[in-house]
């Protein structure tokens, strides 16, 4: 039976991305945004995934304005990065898991989340910074993903209710797929930040902090901070933190947190990131 | 959960200050705007855009005012008139700005005093959670 067996939590600020790609994570501003990462990636390193569920949202990238999905599942063989006006990121391609994605698709859709299908897409920052942080600069990544793309742009974004009712129907996706698989999901996104207008640059450690207490010590209550509770607090972007619950949803009512760091800025970002472990 | 009252949902985002939630109603008005940005994904859009900005802007079902925002790089109006941050970034990316350069010009400070705000903590919600609360 595959099985979830441990949760992400992490910003994916476009900057970090070019940050690695450019040499620059040892310069004295990007060194502590990464050094909350190095205990992540030695742990990953020993665990050795088979495949991450990386929810993330395209950041019009893959999806313009044509068509809208809420919650889109990536079902091909691999995506490439996409050329997000400053030429593609130099990571490699990304390999999925059609086999486990199309059962999550169906296995969802049976249990009344009506997922959009996508069979052809490029993945963007959002997708391969958290990649980048957890692994690195490899040849090639050391795990099959499967994208999972929320929208968080367009409102309403789905309810952090649903997104971690979502969690739930993926968990029991997942250990009904027949095969021996170690499967991690990953929440991306947040913390608090705005990215637009005169506000712009705003940031609530106080809160995000709170969030992150609460992802593994109260987390039902995260499910229903309303929508508009995250962007007066956290700011018009900070709403990718209901991303995290679809996560925190998939990993069951009890977690250990393994490891949290938190660091601001990355550019106009608050950095947050977490590792958890099911309880079972 | 209880069933949301989508026209008090909807009342509330304009209630905070200094910012401009992506509705339904501003994505329709700008529906053009984002999707010329978004064009700007292609290198081969991207060179025939540098070349001549306003004949390219032909091309699209643009009105003045969401032309003459565009040619100014005037992000605020550009936000009011159903820009989307992301799509934006299209152009501003084509530029050679970085999203701190650009998100700086909405703002009314300089770049410097932006960023110098963001490495000391960001801006503090204390003040700009809502209008009518003045908190
Ligand atoms: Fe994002």
């Known amino acids: 039976m595959a099985r979830i067996t441990a949760g992400v939590a992490t910003s994916h600020v476009p900057a970090i991305g070019a940050a690695i790609d450019l040499g620059k994570t040892k310069d004295a501003y990007w060194q502590p945004v990464f050094a909350g990462y190095d205990w992540s990636r030695q742990w990953i390193a020993g665990e050795k995934p088979d495949v991450v569920i990386l929810v993330y949202n395209d950041h019009a990238s893959a999806f313009d304005m044509k068509i809208i999905p809420t919650f889109a599942i990536g079902c091909a063989e691999s995506f490439k990065p996409a050329d997000e006006g400053w030429g593609p990121r130099p990571v490699p391609t990304v390999e999925g898991h059609p086999d486990l994605a199309w059962h999550i698709a169906q296995s969802c859709i049976l249990d009344e989340f009506d997922m959009t299908i ?5 993945v963007d920052h959002g997708l ?53 698989l170690k499967v991690q999901v990953w929440g991306t996104g947040g913390m608090s930040h705005q990215l637009q207008g005169p506000r712009a640059g705003l940031i609530n450690a106080e809160w995000d902090n709170r969030f992150l207490d609460m992802m593994s010590q109260d987390s039902q209550r995260l499910r229903s901070i309303p929508h508009i509770e995250y962007l007066r607090e956290t700011g018009s972007e900070g709403i990718e933190m209901v991303m995290w619950l679809i996560m925190r949803g998939a990993l069951g009512s009890e977690v250990r947190q393994l490891h949290r760091h938190y660091h601001v800025p990355a550019s106009n970002t608050a950095v947050g990131h977490l590792v958890l472990e099911p309880v079972a | 959960m209880s069933h949301l009252d989508i026209h008090s949902y909807l009342a509330a985002f304009d209630d905070i200050p200094g910012t401009r939630v992506y509705t339904v109603a501003r994505a329709r008005k700008g529906y053009w705007i984002n999707q010329f940005a978004m064009s700007l994904m292609k290198p081969e859009n991207r060179a025939r855009w540098k070349a001549d900005e306003t004949a390219y802007l032909e091309g699209w079902n643009l009105d003045d005012d969401q032309k003459a925002a565009i040619l100014a790089r005037d992000y605020n109006r550009l936000l009011d ?16 700005l970085s999203f701190l350069q650009a998100v700086s010009t909405m703002t009314g400070m300089s770049v410097e005093d932006y960023q110098a705000m963001m490495l000391a903590g960001g801006r503090s919600p204390n003040g700009v959670r809502s209008i009518k609360e003045g908190n």
């Open chain 1, 118 to 122: 996508i069979n052809e897409m490029e």
């Open chain 1, 128 to 180: 391969t910074v958290p990649l980048s942080l957890l692994f690195g600069q490899p040849d090639a990544w050391p795990v099959k993903v499967i994208p999972l793309a929320v929208n968080v742009v367009t409102y309403p974004p789905p309810s952090g209710n649903r997104c971690w009712l979502l969690g739930e129907a993926i968990r029991r996706a997942v250990e009904s797929f027949p095969g021996d």
């Open chain 2, 81 to 96: 008139l159903g820009g989307n941050i992301y799509f934006l970034a299209k152009i501003f990316s084509t530029d050679g």
